[in-house]
């Protein structure tokens, strides 16, 4: 096998796992990631919100059927649980030291 064929078998390879949809479990597993990352969240407003995004952009995207907009949808997903759990430490070292009302009514 020569350099070009070697280049072009692993550029296809690459190719076909990127254009590969995930499966049902990984998008299930991926909003069980989303929300388990929320619930680390001090701050009431920023974990309520994290929750319902989380469960808009599911329920947005639960139509889609095209593999390479699922694909897409699936590793914009993975890309803003990344940030969500950059920014929940970021959170946690700013974290307030008074609970919001919200918090206090569930006592």
């Known amino acids: 096998m020569d350099r070009a064929s070697v280049l072009s078998s692993m550029a296809s390879a690459a190719a076909t796992a990127v254009a590969a949809s995930p499966s049902r479990a990984e998008a299930l597993s ?4 989303l929300l388990r990352t929320a619930s680390k969240f ?3 407003n920023v ?3 994290i929750k319902r995004r989380s469960l ?9 059927s095209d593999p ?9 997903g ?19 030291k008074v609970k919001s009302i919200m918090e206090i009514k569930k006592l």
């Open 78 to 96: 993975k890309a803003q649980l990344e940030v969500a759990k950059r920014q929940e430490v970021v959170y946690s070292l700013y974290a307030p």
């Open 42 to 44: 001090n701050d009431y």
């Open 30 to 33: 991926l909003l069980r990631s």
């Open 47 to 49: 974990r309520e919100y």
């Open 56 to 64: 808009d952009a599911f329920r947005e995207n639960k139509s889609l």
């Open 68 to 76: 390479s907009s699922l694909a897409s949808a699936f590793s914009d």
